[in-house]
């Protein structure tokens, strides 16, 4: 149906978007504005808008002046027009315009079929906004459904006025639903230079999954010669997609590196592998296997399936780039069965360790777990007021040496919060029970030892409230104190199968148990003090400032210790504090500090100090310590140095053992269309102290891919704080 509408003078155009701003490769471009109403009809209502028309009796129509073509969210302007009933098209006569949310086409000897909806231009010029992109097109055909043909076309992702790179081809396909762009005699140039050629070729047109390459990384190390990966992704349904990654190791050989991943109703899930056959240096088959698997199961079940496995203990030291990976000691493998529903939470868990540090020896390596079945259940405010509680456990470890066997644990409790107007009580009280059933047993342990020990416990908490500053803050001020009382029992000939003792902090401090894991419980008669204080914008609720400190009071020596441990004979721990805030818009500071009070020293302390203003700037100088054990500063810095330049850095110095852990400098040179990064890393590679030094190259053609700025992509590898 055509429907004209005849109107002396047209209103003036005006934006449907006022300060719509297009984000081209990081530089803002204002797009034309958009005539309003353009969303008025339905697709198969046509709206013409002209200065004068003239109208035969036969339905031809000649338009003069500008005129207005609106069909839905499509628009097409023009200097004049002429309209055939019979064939249904409108001819535009001088310069036209093609809009709609996604695409705007501009050139002469434009047309509109009113039969399929086209609209064709010859001598077109376009811009996508969905990418960006722009071009030139000898002829342009835009589809009802969306897809746009062109022939001889130059096509860039560069914003207007800037070429550095362009593709030029003999036939252009853009599918807006599909998200992909394909060009046929392919030719690419930089700067106006020839480059390569190609037969087809296909490109994204917006965010949505394509297959083809991604950028490839390139660089140089000692430990590996040059390496360069080019990676291809595979997108092979909506659910389901892969990534291949050949890698290219002059000093070890050829990498086949594979991710998969697949996404169903209540599963999904990662397979990852790498092979590289017979490595150049060892002569020896480098593998990579590694699964995550969650999947939710009928009556409340979910299943959690993880591991990962290598061919040797050197494998990360050798092929991965920082200390996150080379610092690993075991590589965890378990299958969990988890059930929720309600009070009740169970876990049925088979769980194995692969060793990849040589230097543990058999009694260092952790136990398997063969298997594990919890069962807890809490129940808040139950029968009369009460809250109840009951943790369980059933294990069986194993290991190649040293006592192995069954451990079966449970722990009820029960307690009562009573609030007091500010002042919050809650007594309670529980029953561990431990036993074992051991097999290989030492002369010192019997075979089946257990453990029954109650545990007493009284948590007094209060919130005290002000403002401040003439009600631009809300302070509060919060003291707590939890009392607890374990007797002793004799706990040596228990075994020690996957228990730990933490390093004190504010958590910490707060349990009734100082050991985590079931094989020890510590007796304790002590107190656990802290304050903390909280500084709260009034007006957005945004904590700006937050302090504690605290300590425990030994009321008795605390015998129960981990084997080669020496018991606690102090009246007290050491101090803690802690203090975190935001200021200035940008910066963030955190402290933490441990005082031991007999020997008048600290036990350990750190400090972080964060500038962040955008991805492109931040500073940060982070410092730890730890008494006999490590003191190191980590520096970082990532910075725009002059229009179009960024540089980001890192500096990880240990301080007790006067060296450099590790170092990385990157230089990028972005533009709104391509940016070059090089990346500077020396870092330690084995645990003998051992270093390595790699330099990495990557060009980036904005609109062709982006895996995001220099900044991002260093920062998130790990660096404390980021």
């Known amino acids: 149906m055509l429907l004209l509408c005849c109107l002396v003078q047209s209103p003036p155009v005006q934006s449907a978007e006022p300060g719509r701003v297009i984000d081209w490769g990081g530089c803002p471009v204002d797009p034309p504005p958009m005539p309003p109403g353009a969303d008025d009809l339905d ?38 027009a002429t309209f055939d009933r019979q064939t249904g098209t409108l001819q535009v006569t001088g310069d036209a315009e093609f809009r709609n949310e996604e695409l705007r086409v501009s050139g002469s000897d434009a047309r509109f079929s009113e039969g399929d909806g086209e609209v064709r231009f010859n001598e077109a010029d376009f811009d996508i906004w969905t990418v960006p992109a722009r071009g030139t097109a000898e002829r342009l055909v835009v589809r009802q459904e969306g897809k746009v043909k062109m022939r001889q076309v130059t096509y860039t992702a560069c914003p207007p006025g800037n070429n550095d790179w362009l593709l030029r081809a003999s036939k252009v396909t853009l599918d807006q639903e599909s998200g992909v762009g394909t060009a046929k005699d392919a030719r690419f140039e930089i700067k106006g230079v020839p480059v390569f050629w190609l037969p087809t070729i296909s490109y994204p047109i917006t965010d949505k999954r394509k297959s083809g390459f991604l950028i490839p990384d390139a660089g140089n ?8 990966a080019t990676p291809w992704y595979w997108n092979i349904a909506p659910n389901y997609d892969a990534t291949i990654t050949p890698r290219l190791m002059t000093e070890r050989g050829l990498q086949m590196g594979g991710e998969f991943r697949y996404l169903q109703p209540g599963l999904n899930g990662v397979l990852q592998g790498e092979v590289l056959k017979d490595d150049d240096k060892t002569s020896k088959n480098r593998t990579l296997l590694a699964i995550e698997h969650q999947q939710a199961l009928p009556w409340g079940w979910r299943g959690t399936a993880a591991g990962i496995d290598v061919s040797d203990s050197n494998y990360f030291e050798d092929f991965s780039s920082g200390l996150a990976s080379t610092s690993q000691v075991s590589l965890d493998r378990f299958v969990d069965l988890e059930f929720y529903n309600g009070p009740w939470t169970a876990l049925f868990r088979v769980q194995d360790f692969q060793i990849i540090d040589d230097s543990l020896t058999s009694e260092e390596k952790p136990y398997k777990r063969l298997p594990q079945l919890a069962l807890n259940g809490y129940q808040p405010e139950g029968w009369l007021g009460f809250n109840y509680r009951v943790d369980s456990e059933l294990s069986f470890f194993d290991r190649d040496v040293g006592a192995t066997g069954l451990r079966a644990h449970i722990m009820p409790g029960i307690s009562r919060s009573m609030d007091f107007g500010f002042l919050r009580f809650e007594p309670g009280v529980a029953l561990d029970h431990t036993r074992y059933a051991l097999d290989d047993a030492d002369t010192f342990q019997a075979d089946d030892p257990e453990r029954t020990v109650p545990i007493l416990s009284m948590d007094l908490s209060s919130v005290f409230e002000r403002t401040t500053n003439n009600g631009r803050f809300l302070q509060t001020l919060e003291p707590r104190a939890l009392y607890t009382y374990i007797p002793t029992r004799n706990q040596d000939d228990l075994p020690v199968f996957d228990t730990i003792e933490p390093d004190l902090n504010i958590v910490q401090l ?6 985590v894991g079931y094989d020890r419980l510590a007796d304790a008669n002590q107190i656990a003090l802290g304050l903390t204080t909280r500084m709260i914008r009034a007006e957005t609720g945004v904590e700006f400032l937050r302090a504690t400190v605290g300590q425990l009071r030994y009321f008795s020596d605390s015998t129960v210790t981990l084997p080669d441990v020496e018991p606690i004979d102090d009246n007290s721990s050491d101090y803690l504090a802690e203090l975190s805030t935001k200021f200035a818009n940008y910066w963030r500071m955190d402290l933490g500090y441990q005082w031991n009070t007999d020997e008048t020293d600290t036990r350990k302390a750190e400090a972080r100090v964060r500038y962040k203003r955008d991805d492109k700037r931040i500073v940060g100088l982070s410092y730890r310590y730890r008494k006999r054990l490590l003191q190191e500063v980590d520096a970082v810095l990532a910075w725009p140095l002059a229009e179009h330049w960024n540089f980001v850095g890192r500096f990880n110095f240990s301080i007790r053992g006067s060296e450099p852990l590790e170092r990385f400098a990157a230089l990028e040179y972005e533009t709104c269309c391509w940016a070059v990064r090089t990346v500077w890393r020396r870092y330690l590679t084995r645990r003998n102290g051992e270093s390595d030094t790699s330099v990495g190259f990557q060009f980036v053609l904005k609109g062709l891919g982006d895996p995001g700025t220099a900044a991002e992509s260093l920062l998130d590898r790990g660096i404390l704080g980021y």
């Open 221 to 228: 190390s000692e430990r590996r010669g040059f390496d360069v």
């Open 510 to 515: 707060y349990r009734t148990n100082r050991f």
């Open 43 to 80: 697709d198969q209502e046509i709206s013409v808008e002209s200065g004068r028309a003239e109208v035969s009796l036969t339905g031809d129509a000649t338009f003069t002046g500008q005129i207005l073509l609106r069909s839905g969210e499509r628009l097409l302007r023009a200097d004049g």
